[in-house]
């Protein structure tokens, strides 16, 4: 893992880097899953069938779980699993209960009325990877917020195991966050379905969850037909350290990120060069007895680093500049620099709020901005999921007090039907 020591350079060429990990759209990927969408919005079943048995070798009788098999999987899933399900569950709903918003109405003296209207969106369909990416706590993190905003329907699609089959964790978390119906299909197929409609799945009004760079970029090249959640990135970390640190968690949860993907990025900022060599031999020390080192070498390899920086503030701003996706505070007094940290996805504050405690288990939502986007994107939530419209109401009275106002204006934009529709009311 690459030691830098910050000098007004070094940490530019690691920003440029990092950003380089996104790169430039794939040219074949994107033809190949045009090609998908275009067949599915043709064809419907019978394409996503075609392409469910080209790229997963066996397509299920039927698309759709049936309530038996979902239910039995949850009858027969280990308790102490369903036990902590449940438990982030009440944690997740809890948080995010708080960000409901109200629809309002303001009435006014000369009878004027004006509000917002809001509701949750009709039908919401969740992408779910299947194989060694199945993550049950993705399904928690973005039905539960979609409940909470009053979504009518949600449907998740998954693919299918070399069996035909269901994952069965993934079923039992559906179950259990309340997913409304099941499809077993996957890739830029699945995204398609969910986007246009077919004979077996519903169309929806946006498509959320992680994917590969087929699912991505179906995404991406549907937004517009649908909403999206984001397109998102590599994940990422970064921690700010100074002295009073443990080098010990430092080291594990760099590679808590690093294991996910070899594109994906944990970087240490610190102010103390003893941390940083401290990290440095944990990281070799621990590594050792991980599941996944090749991965995490590559990754700490190509997109990991140490950065020694001057004092605290300069840590600040290049965290700002990054705008990461999870940002660990490890600084001697974290809440001091809340109100400093602005472009973040996720804010992880002192020694014992480590980043997997989010992915899983805290209540905020972890489908947060990546690749830098934390400058303007936000966590996924219960906004992510209504759709607001607003209403007025305005007198006879009332309209005529502003008449003179509203044409004026519009005589300016050179739009004089606007300023009509407003002169012809009070024509004699």
């Known amino acids: 893992m690459e030691l830098v020591r910050a000098d007004g350079i070094a940490e530019k060429r690691l920003l440029q880097t990092l950003r380089s990990r996104s790169g430039e759209v794939d040219r074949k990927v994107t033809a190949a899953v045009t090609e998908i969408i275009e067949a599915v919005q043709k064809r419907g079943d019978d394409a996503v069938r075609e392409y ?11 698309f759709e779980v049936s309530r038996e098999e979902i239910n039995d999987a949850l009858t027969e899933a280990d308790t102490a699993f369903v036990d902590a399900l449940l438990s982030a569950q009440e944690n997740i709903a809890a948080f995010h209960n708080r960000q409901k918003q109200q629809s309002f109405i303001d009435t006014q003296p000369n009878g004027v009325m ?32 979609a409940k909470i905003a009053g979504v009518g329907e949600i449907i998740m699609v998954t693919p299918p195991r070399k069996d035909g089959t269901a994952n069965p964790d993934i079923l039992v978390v559906a179950a259990i966050a309340g997913v409304d119906r099941i499809f077993l299909m996957g890739g830029a197929q699945a995204v398609a379905a ?5 004979e077996t799945v519903s169309k929806v009004d946006k498509i959320v969850g992680p994917g590969n760079i087929y699912v ?26 100074d002295d009073s640190a443990n080098p010990v968690y430092l080291a594990a949860d760099l590679m808590s990120q690093a294991e996910h993907d070899v594109l994906a990025s944990a970087i240490l900022l610190t102010n103390s060069e003893r941390i940083a060599q401290k990290t440095k031999e944990e990281l070799e020390r621990q590594i050792q ?33 990054l705008a990461p996706e999870h940002l660990e505070v490890m600084l001697e007094n974290p809440m001091m620099y809340v109100g400093q940290l602005d472009n973040v996805g996720s804010l992880f504050l002192g020694q014992y709020s480590p980043e997997p405690l989010g992915d899983y288990y805290a209540g905020p939502n972890h489908v947060l901005p ?8 936000s966590p996924l939530g219960v906004d992510s999921f209504v759709k607001r419209s607003s ?22 934009e050179q739009l004089t039907a606007h300023a009509h529709s407003i002169e012809v009311r009070f024509e004699k």
């Open 52 to 62: 469910t048995l080209r790229f997963d070798g066996r397509c299920p009788e039927t």
């Open 114 to 145: 004006m509000g917002q209207r809001i509701r949750g969106l009709s039908r919401v369909g969740l992408y779910v990877p299947g194989g060694t990416a199945a993550y049950p706590s993705s399904v928690l993190m973005n039905c539960i917020p």
């Open 289 to 321: 007895a991980l599941s996944r080192q090749q991965i995490i070498r590559q990754s700490l390899d190509n997109y990991g680093a140490i950065v020694v920086c001057r004092n605290i503030s300069e840590m600040v701003t290049l965290a700002n500049e």
């Open 216 to 241: 991505a970029t179906a995404k991406r090249l549907l937004y517009g037909t649908v909403d999206i959640d984001m397109v998102a990135g590599p994940s990422e970390i970064l921690i700010l350290a």
């Open 194 to 198: 969910m986007a246009y409609g077919t």
């Open 370 to 377: 990546t690749s830098g986007t934390a400058r303007f994107f």
């Open 391 to 412: 209403f007025l109401y305005y007198t006879r009275e009332a309209l005529e007090s502003a008449k003179e106002d509203i044409v004026r204006i519009a005589q300016k």
